[in-house]
T-cell receptor, first 114, second 118 residues
Framework: AQSVSQHNHHVILSEAASLELGCNYS??????LFWYVQYPGQHLQLLLK??????LVKGIKGFEAEFIKSKFSFNLRKPSVQWSDTAEYFC????????????FGSGTRLSIRP | DTEVTQTPKHLVMGMTNKKSLKCEQH?????MYWYKQKAKKPPELMFV???????INESVPSRFSPECPNSSLLNLHLHALQPEDSALYLC?????????????????FGSGTRLTVV
């Protein structure tokens, strides 16, 4: 069965610090990977996705993620965070044969100190 | 229109009430979803509709009854809920698999209905 692991439950950073949030998935076949963000009191928004091709994916708001197939990882990065990046971040995976079912990781809460 | 609209935004209901949550999209998506999200937890899939047919039911209790009357609408009928059913209920839609590309792949989520059962 597909699963997604986010080992960092809560990350606290100062503004301008660099960010890396870990995501590992357990599925041996071809996968599509996503990072969603949920700002306080708001709905889930797609940050970026890996569908195929270049494993380094650039998303909105300066975020990027790298798909490393050998490590089953899809870590999210941002070189310099802002206070407005405070939110919950969810990694998600979908195997193309699973009828569009997307499985979410447990989420990482990111708190940015101004 | 690139939105998924959910109504109501907030709902408080008693355990004997019957209510419905509504979801609407006009992006031509033929797959629609209900997710349940408890506080500080990830969304959990409840139902998937594909071309107005129920394709996935994740063993959801029968007090939750989904309905897809047409390709733009998705309802979730609620009856005899329990306090532990209080959560944020999210609707999402996606392009059907035959028309998926790398550009459009993925879900579009609504803002959710925050449900409180008293």
């Amino acid at each position: 069965a597909q699963s997604v692991s986010q080992h960092n439950h809560h990350v606290i950073l100062s503004e301008a610090a660099s960010l890396e949030l870990g995501c590992n998935y357990s599925y041996g076949g071809t996968v599509n990977l996503f990072w969603y963000v949920q700002y306080p009191g708001q709905h889930l928004q797609l940050l970026l996705k890996y569908f195929s091709g270049d494993p380094l994916v650039k998303g909105i708001k300066g975020f990027e993620a790298e798909f490393i197939k050998s490590k089953f990882s899809f870590n999210l990065r941002k070189p310099s965070v802002q206070w407005s990046d405070t939110a919950e971040y969810f990694c998600a995976v979908n195997a193309p044969g699973s009828a569009s079912k997307i499985i979410f990781g447990s989420g990482t809460r990111l708190s940015i100190r101004p | 229109d690139t939105e998924v609209t959910q109504t109501p935004k907030h709902l408080v209901m008693g355990m004997t009430n019957k209510k419905s949550l509504k979801c609407e999209q006009h992006m031509g998506h033929r797959a629609m979803y209900w997710y349940k999200q408890k506080a500080k937890k990830p969304p959990e899939l409840m139902f998937v509709y594909s071309y107005e047919k129920l394709s996935i039911n994740e063993s959801v209790p029968s007090r939750f009854s989904p309905e897809c009357p047409n390709s733009s609408l998705l309802n979730l009928h609620l009856h005899a809920l329990q306090p532990e059913d209080s959560a944020l209920y999210l609707c999402a839609s996606s392009q059907d698999r035959g028309r998926q590309t790398s550009a459009n792949y993925g879900y579009t989520f609504g803002s959710g209905t925050r449900l409180t059962v008293v």
